[in-house]
Structure formats: structure tokens, C-alpha cells
């Protein structure tokens, strides 16, 4: 069974850095794009970023967020990270590491595995 699994949420100042984690088990990890989510309270889920398969290079960022995030993958470590830097109050939300046996990309509906979310609290 496919299991994706998030860590390094947390609370942080205004202008200070996170960086999330996620490790899939149950796939080929090497062979799946990669995305980040986020859904803030009464708001609907949204992309943040993506990276493609290894044979790929594509990624993918949202544009609020391009310039302070920064996805990566480690294939030998079956692990998807986001470095997020200069966070924002409006940057709070759960986020959600997806697995898509497709390729990445921006739409939710293109991811086939989704973990359980971390939290993200960004205070002004």
C-alpha cells in the first residue's frame, strides 16, 4: 500500500524558514512527480509547487511563492522536501505531499496519493 507520509510543520516568526519533509513508501518513488499543497481555513486546497519524475526536470511553482520556496527530491531517500524561506502570515495552512504516477503538475486531480498534512503557522 501507498503511504506519503509529511513532517516539519510548525510555528514560525514572520520572515523565518521551514522546511517540510515527505517520505513515500508502497511506490516507485523514482518514476512519480512530486507536489506540494496547502489549504488554509474556509479556503480551498491550492497548488505550491511541483517536480517531476527523475527522468524529468520540470518544476513547477505557484507564483506567491516563487522566490522563497524551493521543492526538491531525494529519489535514494524516497523523500520530496520544501524549503520555505521569508514565510508570511498569509502562508499558513496545512500542507499536503502528493504522488503523481503521471507528471507533475499544478492540478490536484493529476496526483493519484496524497499524505496526511502538516501544519504550517506563520505569525506576524
Known amino acids: 500500500q501507498v503511504q506519503l507520509v509529511e513532517s516539519g510543520g510548525g510555528l514560525v516568526q514572520a520572515g523565518g524558514s521551514l522546511q517540510l519533509s515527505c517520505t513515500a513508501s508502497g511506490l516507485t518513488f523514482s518514476s512519480y512527480g512530486m507536489g506540494w499543497f496547502r489549504q488554509a481555513p474556509g479556503k480551498d486546497r491550492e497548488f505550491v509547487a511541483a517536480a517531476a519524475s527523475g527522468s524529468g526536470t520540470t518544476i513547477l511553482y505557484r507564483d506567491s511563492v516563487k522566490g522563497r520556496f524551493t521543492i526538491s527530491r531525494d529519489n535514494a531517500k524516497n523523500t520530496v522536501y520544501l524549503q520555505m524561506n521569508s514565510l508570511k502570515p498569509e502562508d499558513t495552512a496545512v500542507y499536503y505531499c502528493?504522488?503523481?504516477?503521471?507528471?507533475?503538475?499544478?492540478?490536484?486531480?493529476?496526483?493519484?496519493?496524497w499524505g496526511q498534512g502538516t501544519q504550517v503557522t506563520v505569525s506576524s
Open positions: 502528493a504522488a503523481s504516477a503521471g507528471w507533475a503538475s499544478r492540478w490536484t486531480n493529476d496526483y493519484d496519493y
